[in-house]
């Protein structure tokens, strides 16, 4: 794994009306490894992903992705850099069966620059290309599952697709905003493995959770917010034995 | 489509008998005639979509039937006071409560169906204010007959500026009106629920507020207010149907530049447009009121779609 | 007790959509209903050559249906409600006249460019309010024909409220009933093409999740503009159509019908279908002929007819003859 640098954050301030949902928060991402970012409700952990994926501009602050700036770019030319992300509240493309979901990604001019995925070559057939995604990721093919609409899966399933969403970009950066939380156990261990394939597959994952428990078992580093204040940074055990991590979290979550 | 309306005399596409008064007296005052006019236009404006405002601002329903519900009022009190003979305070009491009970039917049997479908209420509501004006138009509402006789007939001269005591009544209860809303919703206890529905639906609704009731008595309320704008205006001009397309659109504009649901914000609104109104007519022509009504749409929505003061943007953006 | 039970149709629960065609009768299953529309409209104008009236009513009817599917598109592909499809029309015909009369360019030229001009114009003027959403966008593009209107009249420009009269007539009447019956039918089979290739998905997905496409790389403003594009080139067409069907160009083009009956129309015929927009045209519009006398009171026949299917059968006809067409019911023992 290489060490390098991929994403880094400079003094991210950013407030609502009154609120001040982000407060100078600096971090960096070294590529390929999985940075989990936790905090209680409302410290800002979406406002952040916002921040850096252009669907809020900071007030203050800068972004850099491969020591290039990219603070306040709208958000398709973030992800035209292979900066991707999912959304806490999932919302797929309802009136769509599952596997055309990804034709809209596939379509997007960095999915058809890349090309080249598996069978679909670069004018190939998206369809093919979807439905081999959506195998990857655990939609059984001849099941009928990647055949119905979207609205009709179960959250799993959509959290899923979601994630497929992100990978048909072939990004470099993704984003989970939540994506265990909501799931059973089961499913949740059904999830895991895709996270550490694609992290073997070389993608720099960016984790923001409430399952401290599942999160620490595959982050590699993990960062602390409470109040849009960073209030710590390091290895998965060091993070939870720190005194302010502990308050933050005392009543709120079980840890 | 709808008639052209003077500034001051609403629902009249002749401007009744004294049209474009703000040439009559050029020399004398052009400043105070300025002033003067442009305060009545901009309170008549603010009257005009208070209405619009209040059920917007309560239920999130765009009530576009709002015009159409402004002339049918007229049309009540003149039936009642032509037809019935009835005496003119009565049909007025009338005239406003027949108009707000109209508007609770259209949402008790219509619209409450389709609520929260945003395109379908805007349709909707569109598709009943037409119906009920073409078929003012189409039932004989046609020409100059229809006029309401002025509570406060003759004039007077102020700083050398002639103004009819109707134009001077408008003025004074427009702004009696927004007094006592502004007191009914931060002293009443109603006027609080109320703000506090219009703030945040699902919460008022997770403290028992019935949000179909309060929808009904938005939609009542927000009725009878185009009525007692009409009662207040027609009297300056006839009663004809254009008007009722008009009115809407003056009511959108005004309530667009002030941010949609803002009550502050529909009254600063409606003097932004009232002046450039005035100015328009001033330095151009009676023709281009209304394309400074549209323009004001366009741009407001084009700069800042929130209005001067909206909060729907900041909303949006937390994603 | 006894319940009513709905069966799909042989070939319609064996594929879900994805027709796989077996015999003769399965063919004709699939393209009965298609071939019904197309030939019926193409011996329209033989069979209304009894009734000379009615067969100019054929050629307006096709240019509301026109712009119904320009609405339907917009609308419910898109997800953006466009309240002033007079407008397209309006820019349409007048660019057609002003090609025509001032330029004199011949009717099979000014026609397309028209169309193509108009549709740029449109998109440029559309472009600054295509960020905005939902009601912002539809009060938006209801003012943009009345704003319009307006000018026209206060700057007495472009003949002011006179219109531009003078515009060439088409040669006879077959030109005249062809040239608009055979591009309602390509608008309407190609657009239910385009909506399911991958770009017609893309535009799909900005009307679930404009969010998501957005995250997914895709500038949803350039999307929306090609939109806007495709819907104000076919409303364009409609009128330039219409400015050589009348040969005079005025502010009348820009009018409430063609707002307001389109709309009625796809509501009615079942939005979302594109086929329902047509055939929501083929039933308001001879119904409207056959009220011309009580004049306005047709609007208020169309408003109240609108509001009725708004509320009680949003769905619309078309949706519902599919479901019959597909299903077939009958009542068994509880």
């Known amino acids: 794994m290489s060490s390098e640098t991929i994403l880094s954050m400079r003094g991210i301030s950013k407030h609502f009306g009154g609120v001040q949902a982000l407060s100078d928060v600096s971090f960096d991402v070294k590529e390929g490894e999985i940075y989990g970012i936790i905090g209680p409700n409302g410290s800002g952990k979406t406002t952040l992903i916002n921040c850096i994926t252009g669907f809020a501009k900071p007030d203050k602050g800068q972004v850099f992705f491969r020591q290039k700036e990219i603070t306040g770019w709208p958000p398709h030319k973030i992800a035209h850099v292979g900066i991707t992300r999912t959304f806490q509240i999932m919302r797929p493309y309802y009136s769509l069966p599952a596997f055309k979901n990804l034709i809209i990604p596939l379509w997007s001019p960095r999915a058809r620059k890349l090309g080249g995925w598996r069978g679909g070559g670069k004018h190939g057939d998206r369809d093919t290309v979807a439905v081999d995604i959506l195998e990857e990721i655990g939609f059984e093919r001849d099941s009928r599952v990647p055949y119905k609409l979207a609205s009709t899966l179960p959250t799993g399933y959509q959290k899923r697709l979601e994630l497929a969403r992100c990978i048909s970009m072939r990004p470099e950066i993704i984003f989970c905003d939540e994506v265990f939380s909501g799931l059973s156990m089961s499913e949740i261990a059904g999830m895991t493995p895709l996270i550490e394939k694609l992290k073997m597959e070389g993608v720099t994952l960016i984790m923001v959770e409430h399952r401290l428990r599942e999160l620490f078992r595959v982050a590699d580093r993990v960062m602390a917010l409470q109040f849009g204040e960073k209030i710590a940074e390091g290895l998965s055990g060091d993070v939870i034995e720190n005194k302010q991590v502990k308050e933050a979290y005392l009543g709120s979550e079980e840890v | 489509m709808e008639g052209r309306v003077p500034a001051c005399g609403w629902g009249s596409a002749a401007g009744g008998g004294d049209a474009s008064p703000i040439r009559s007296n050029r020399r004398a005052g052009v400043i105070v005639e300025f002033l003067l006019y442009g305060i009545i236009n901009s309170i008549t404006l603010s009257l005009l979509s208070l209405g619009f405002t209040l059920v917007y601002s309560i239920s999130r329903l765009p009530n576009f039937a709002h015009g159409a519900l402004y002339i049918t009022s007229g049309y009540i009190v003149w039936l009642l006071l032509n037809r019935l003979g009835l005496p003119y305070p009565i049909a007025v009491v009338i005239g406003i409560l027949a108009t707000g009970f109209i508007g609770a039917l259209i949402y008790r049997f219509i619209l409450i169906r389709i609520r929260g479908m945003e395109i379908s209420e805007i349709i909707a509501t569109y598709a009943i204010g037409l119906a009920i004006i073409e078929g003012l138009r189409w039932g004989g509402l046609r020409g100059m007959t229809f006029t309401l006789p002025p509570f406060f007939p003759g004039s007077v001269i102020l700083a050398g500026v002639s103004v009819d005591y109707q134009r001077l009544s408008i003025v004074a209860i427009g702004a009696l009106t927004f007094l006592g809303l502004y007191l009914f919703t931060h002293f009443n206890k109603l006027g609080l629920a109320l703000r506090g529905i219009a703030q945040d639906e699902r919460a008022a609704m997770m403290l028992g507020i019935d949000s179909d009731m309060t929808a009904v008595v938005s939609l009542a309320i927000g009725s009878g207010l185009a009525a007692f704008a009409a009662i207040l205006l027609l009297p300056l001009g006839n009663i004809v149907v254009e008007a009722g397309y008009s009115v809407l659109i003056y009511a959108i504009a005004v309530c667009i530049i002030g941010g949609l649901g803002s009550w502050g914000g529909a009254i600063v609104g409606a003097f932004i447009i009232g002046f450039a109104q005035i100015l328009t007519e001033a330095f151009l022509s009676s023709h281009f009121q209304m394309v400074v009504a549209l323009l004001a749409i366009i741009v407001t929505l084009l700069l800042k779609p929130s209005g001067l003061f909206g909060k729907q943007k900041e909303l949006e953006e937390r994603v | ?334």
């Not at chain 3, 307001?260 to 119904?287: C, H, Q, Y």
């Open chain 3, 1 to 334: 007790m006894r319940r009513k039970e709905r069966i799909d149709r042989g070939i319609k629960v064996r594929t879900e959509g994805i027709y796989a065609i077996s015999s003769m009768r399965e063919i004709l299953y699939l393209l009965g209903p298609r071939l019904l529309l197309i030939v019926g409209l193409i011996l329209l104008p033989f069979i209304l050559q009894l009734a000379p009236y009615w067969a100019r009513v054929v050629n307006i009817m096709c240019v509301y249906a026109l712009v119904a599917l320009s609405f339907d598109f917009l609308a419910n592909y898109v997800g953006l409600v466009c309240l002033g499809g007079g407008f397209f029309v309006g820019v349409g015909g007048y660019l057609s006249a002003i090609f025509n009369t001032y330029l004199g360019i011949p009717f099979y030229l000014s026609i397309p460019l028209a169309t193509v001009f108009g549709a740029f114009l449109c998109t440029l003027l559309f472009l600054p309010c295509l960020p905005l959403r939902g009601v912002y966008f539809a009060i938006v593009t209801l003012m943009y024909p009345l704003l319009l209107t307006r000018i026209i009249e206060a700057f007495d420009i472009l003949g002011g409220t006179n219109g531009i009269s003078g515009v060439d007539s088409f040669p006879n009447q077959y030109v005249e009933h062809y040239a608009i019956i055979v591009v309602l039918l390509l608008v309407l089979f190609g657009l239910r093409r385009f909506v399911n290739q991958d770009i017609g998905l893309v535009l799909r997905g900005v009307k679930d999740n404009d969010q998501s496409v957005r995250a997914s790389g895709i500038n949803v403003t350039h999307m929306k503009a090609l939109a806007v594009f495709i819907s104000a080139g076919i409303g364009c067409f409609g009128g330039a159509y219409l400015v050589h069907l009348y040969m005079w160009a005025g502010i009348s083009l820009f009018a409430l019908d063609f707002s307001i009956i389109p709309i009625a129309a796809v509501v009615i015929g079942g939005g979302g279908t594109l086929v329902g927009a047509v055939v929501g045209t083929f039933i308001l519009v001879p119904l409207s002929e056959a009220l011309r006398n009580l004049g306005t009171f047709r609007i208020v026949i169309y408003c109240v007819a609108l509001t009725a299917f708004i509320v009680l059968k949003s769905e619309g006809i078309m949706v519902y003859l599919q479901r019959k067409y597909h299903q077939f019911e009958r009542w068994v023992k509880v």
